[in-house]
């Protein structure tokens, strides 16, 4: 890279966004943005004013959150929970292909030409889009239309129906609400309205048949699980009864007749101890009081003797009359005598009687203890039975369970049974409508002013798109800054572009770069070659750059032009000059100055020719051109050889500026050895056209062969559009020193 190039470079920052850099790109492509941003209103306009007019309704349904209950009785299928997934999934359930088909149904939109596509007859664009799209389902894969069969037809054209019926309503929750409005656009009015109406109806109505089905699929169910309940409850308890009397287990006010036995032993036994723990007790109280020899007065037993007393009054009667005898008589009187064989005989009653209550106080011992004895063995034999029976009534408490369990299970099944047939004409839906739809007056579709101000919306969008599409799609190169941005040069010169008038065109007359710089000395375009002449002496202080050789990426760009234009305003300056055609392929310079020439640069390498001999001078600014005979073909590496070498050093010393006239660098080698050898380079490339990447491959093969480069020509610049590409660059000021020039 060389020094001027170096010092012309500026810093970059890609990562801020250059307002006025913005500006110039739409200031040069302003026509673009303004033909696209008018063609885009123009096509939303015309697609506004052949627009179907359209009609949009609506009906809403609201879920119900409160359900009424008039039994208390669970449904099969129970109620909507009032939360907000419950509220989506209907949304969804309104949006099924199902529910459309039944819509489709019920208002037989299958001989709806709006909906059914075969109904309708393709005129203009439609029949040609028609066509389009029966030509390639053709070419795919599957039965074509005239392999089906007319159910098949049949059921494919509903199937369409069903899609454009879909496509015509919305469904949406209304907010954070319950409410779900059902909107439906049609052609007609009248259809809009029925078929937002048709579907709230189709909706309530499949709510109450999958409850209804619900229901009947239960009582279905139901009925045949209670009769299989039923039967099996009988075979239960019959199983339980049969085993009860095998094993003798018969009931007794709730318990066996072996545990009722067990018991009322046990009572009375416990009463029999009682009574013989009683008598023992007498007993032992009357023996201990006759041991001690208490008198029988105090005997509890004596004293409740109903014969004692009777004796001890008796006895009471006869010791009175004994008394009064006594003081009476002497103790030998007859009746004192007779009153006391009465009192002894009394006694030996009272004895007696006294002997005879111990007697039968022992025998009711006796009888007490025999009767505890007694039912003690028979309550031994009836624990032994009840032992018995325990075993049995362990497996009978079982079968008792399962039956019960059975039994359980079957009146709940019959309850719920009898539940589901009370509630099957209860069944009311989930939801209800809250507005129906009415017939639309206006269209929803189109909207002029929407579409109108959609339309310069979109106007403007495509038309920034458009613009900045191209500036990216745009890989050429514009100003000097792109130059010094895109390959780190320096930026000699814009050579302006030569326009031609509209009668010359409509002629096919041309104009001749080199004669205009004869012509017009005085021009932009003329100066454009001095800045060159000027930039190549300035470059050259320290060495001299006297051969400098003119190249380009690719053809088209402009370097033949350069060099014979860039030679007669150096010859015109003063300065000794030549011009070499180093294009062996086209002889371009060879054929815009003398076409005819029969010897040339080759001859003189080869030694055939005299240097002085060949070359051709102008007459009318004194250049020297080296040219390339028209017939010449060498497979020879002659820009290699020795003898081009010795050419240049002979041409150094004979002219003030050596100008080599060679082919692109990137479609012939040839080129490659000449730069090599040259002062300095200088890289044609024309304004817009030049990619970038191939410009950059360019200077990459030179660079590669250890040329000077000095700088890149832009070629063929319109100075009046580069002037839109910002301020910072010079053809901005293009108007302002325009009048220093004759053009």
């Given at each position: 890279m060389s020094e001027t190039a170096a010092s012309s470079q500026t810093p970059q920052n890609d990562d801020l966004i250059d307002l006025r850099e913005l500006i110039a790109v739409f200031r040069r492509r302003f026509w673009t943005l303004v033909a696209t941003g008018f063609l885009t209103f123009v096509v939303v306009v015309l697609f506004t004013l052949q627009a179907t007019p359209l009609y949009t309704v609506s009906s809403s349904v609201v879920l119900?959150?409160?359900?009424?209950?008039?039994?208390?009785?669970?449904?099969?299928?129970?109620?909507?929970?009032?939360?907000?997934a419950m509220v989506d999934t209907e949304v969804e359930v309104l949006r099924s292909r199902a529910l459309a088909e039944t819509v489709v149904d019920r208002l037989q939109l299958v001989n709806v030409p709006e909906f059914n596509s075969s109904l309708r007859e393709p005129s203009g664009l439609g029949a040609l889009i028609g066509g389009v799209k029966s030509f390639l389902r053709g070419f795919l894969p599957g039965p074509s239309a005239t392999s089906l069969t007319e159910e098949e037809a049949q059921q494919r054209i509903r199937e369409?129906?069903?899609?454009?019926?879909?496509?015509?309503?919305?469904?949406?929750?209304?907010?954070?609400?319950?409410?779900?409005?059902?909107?439906?656009?049609?052609?007609?009015?009248?259809?809009?309205?029925?078929?937002?109406?048709?579907?709230?109806?189709?909706?309530?109505?499949?709510?109450?048949?999958?409850?209804?089905?619900?229901?009947?699929?239960?009582?279905?169910?139901?009925?045949?699980?209670?009769?299989?309940?039923?039967?099996?409850?009988?075979?239960?308890?019959?199983?339980?009864?049969?085993?009860?009397?095998e094993a003798g287990l018969i009931n007794a006010e709730g318990a066996t007749v072996a545990e009722q036995q067990v018991a009322d032993l046990n009572s009375q036994l416990a009463i029999q101890r009682a009574e013989l723990s009683e008598a023992r007790a007498r007993l032992d109280a009357v023996r201990s009081q006759l041991e001690r020899g208490v008198a029988s007065d105090t005997i509890a037993e004596v004293l409740s003797s109903d014969v004692i007393r009777e004796l001890r009054r008796q006895q009471a009667e006869v010791a009175r009359r004994q008394a009064d005898l006594s003081g009476r008589y002497g103790p030998r009187h007859p009746e004192i005598l007779t009153v006391e064989r009465e009192l002894a005989d009394i006694n030996s009653q009272i004895d007696a009687e006294i002997d005879r209550i111990v007697a039968s106080l022992e025998n009711e011992v006796n009888v007490s203890a025999q009767r505890v004895r007694s039912l003690q063995g028979s309550l031994q034999a009836a624990r032994g039975e009840l032992s018995v029976n325990n075993s049995a009534i362990v497996q009978l408490r079982a079968l008792e369970r399962e039956a019960e369990a059975s039994r359980a299970l079957f009146e709940s099944f019959l309850n719920r049974f009898r539940q589901t047939n009370e509630t099957e004409g209860l069944t009311e839906a989930d939801a209800r409508v809250v507005a129906q739809a009415s017939t639309p007056q206006t269209p929803s579709s189109p909207n002029v002013m929407l579409n109108l101000a959609l339309g310069i919306v979109l106007?403007?969008?495509?038309?920034?798109?458009?613009?900045?599409?191209?500036?990216?799609?745009?890989?050429?190169?514009h100003t000097d800054a792109d130059i010094e941005k895109q390959f780190g040069l320096a930026h000699i010169a814009?050579?302006?572009?030569?326009?031609?008038?509209?009668?010359?065109?409509?002629?096919?007359?041309?104009?001749?770069?080199g004669e205009y710089v004869l012509a017009k000395p005085l021009s932009s375009f003329s100066e454009s070659f001095r800045t060159i002449r000027s930039a190549i002496r300035i470059s050259g202080i320290d060495n001299q750059n006297i051969v400098v050789a003119i190249t380009s990426a690719v053809p088209g760009?402009?370097?033949?032009?350069?060099?014979?234009?860039?030679?007669?305003?150096?010859?015109?300056?003063?300065?000794?000059?030549?011009?070499?055609?180093?294009?062996?392929?086209?002889?371009?310079?060879?054929?815009?100055?003398?076409?005819?020439?029969?010897?040339?640069?080759?001859?003189?390498?080869?030694g055939t020719a005299n240097l002085?001999?060949?070359?051709?001078?102008?007459?009318?600014?004194?250049?020297?051109?080296?040219?390339?005979?028209?017939?010449?073909?060498?497979?020879?590496?002659?820009?290699?050889?020795?003898?081009?070498?010795?050419?240049?050093?002979?041409?150094?010393?004979?002219?003030?500026?050596?100008?080599?006239?060679t082919a692109p660098v990137l479609a012939v080698a040839d080129t490659r050895a000449i730069v090599s050898r040259a002062d300095g380079v200088l890289v044609a490339v024309r304004w817009k056209k030049s990619s970038t990447g191939v410009v950059r491959k360019a200077i990459h093969e030179i660079e590669a062969s250890k040329a000077n480069i000095l700088g890149v020509v832009l070629n063929n610049v319109d100075l009046e559009a580069q002037a839109r590409y910002g301020y910072d660059q010079g053809g901005y000021y293009y108007r302002s020193y325009q009048k220093y020039y004759s053009d």
């Open positions: 119900n959150v409160r359900q009424s209950q008039v039994v208390d009785i669970e449904a099969v299928l129970s109620g909507m929970p009032p939360d907000s369409s129906v069903v899609s454009a019926l879909m496509e015509a309503r919305t469904m949406r929750r209304a907010g954070l609400t319950y409410v779900i409005e059902i909107s439906a656009t049609s052609e007609t009015p009248s259809l809009a309205r029925d078929i937002a109406n048709t579907y709230a109806d189709a909706y309530l109505t499949s709510q109450l048949e999958a409850k209804f089905e619900a229901t009947e699929r239960a009582n279905e169910w139901l009925n045949e699980r209670v009769e299989l309940l039923r039967e099996e409850v009988q075979a239960r308890e019959q199983a339980v009864a049969r085993f009860r009397d106007a403007g969008i495509a038309g920034i798109g458009v613009v900045f599409a191209l500036e990216i799609l745009d890989s050429g190169i814009s050579v302006p572009r030569l326009k031609v008038g509209l009668a010359d065109r409509i002629s096919g007359k041309t104009i001749d770069p760009d402009g370097k033949t032009t350069t060099a014979l234009c860039l030679g007669r305003v150096s010859a015109m300056a003063g300065s000794r000059s030549i011009v070499v055609d180093c294009d062996l392929r086209r002889r371009l310079l060879t054929e815009a100055l003398h076409p005819d020439a029969t010897e040339g640069l080759l001859e003189v390498l080869s002085d001999d060949v070359i051709i001078s102008d007459a009318d600014t004194g250049l020297d051109v080296l040219p390339v005979a028209q017939t010449t073909f060498t497979p020879r590496d002659v820009f290699g050889s020795s003898a081009f070498e010795a050419l240049l050093d002979q041409l150094r010393q004979r002219y003030d500026q050596v100008i080599l006239d």
